[in-house]
């Protein structure tokens, strides 16, 4: 099983980017740990970060081509990127939403979510692990679907 996992933008801070909020731990740690797990779980990774919503459609959009699912953290494009929210629903592959901040108790604006309406479930206010928890539930959402 192939996933692939996006990274929207600023997420390439992580680590130095307001720890407070988003933690210590690095990009490069969060992808080591997913591998680790996906290993664990018998599926094999992609991974992607952008800070352009064009690049992040276009990685989308290949996804068809061999991948299963996609985890994706899609940052400040969660609230307001309608286009890439209709490129999930274009290739209709099943897509969890992760955030390391819980979106819905931080400014109003971080409540919409343009995602959440395509993905199978969101999974915010973990740190790193809600990727972790975000793997796990995409790898058991495709292999009991
Ligand atoms: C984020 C939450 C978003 O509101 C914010 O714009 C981000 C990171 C998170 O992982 O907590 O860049 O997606």
């Avoid at 980017?17 to 080591?32: C, F, H, K, M, W």
């Avoid at 969890?96 to 199978?120: C, Y």
């Amino acid at each position: 099983m192939k996933l692939l996992v996006l990274h929207g933008p600023n997420l390439n801070l992580l680590g130095t980017r307001e720890p407070g909020i988003y933690g210590s731990q690095t990009l490069a740690d969060i992808n080591v740990s997913l591998e680790k797990l996906a290993v664990e779980l018998g599926c094999t990774l992609t991974f992607f970060q952008s800070n352009s919503e064009g690049e992040l459609i276009d990685a989308i959009q290949n996804a068809a081509s061999g991948c299963r699912g996609i985890l994706m953290n899609p940052a400040a494009y969660t609230h307001t990127s309608i286009a890439i929210r209709d490129a999930l629903s274009a290739v209709g592959l099943p897509c969890v939403e992760v955030h390391l901040s819980n979106i819905h108790r931080r400014e109003m604006f971080r409540h919409t979510s343009m995602i959440a309406p395509v993905a199978v479930g969101q999974i915010c206010g973990f740190g790193s692990d809600s990727y972790m928890l975000g793997l796990r539930a995409l790898f058991n959402y495709i292999k009991f679907q």
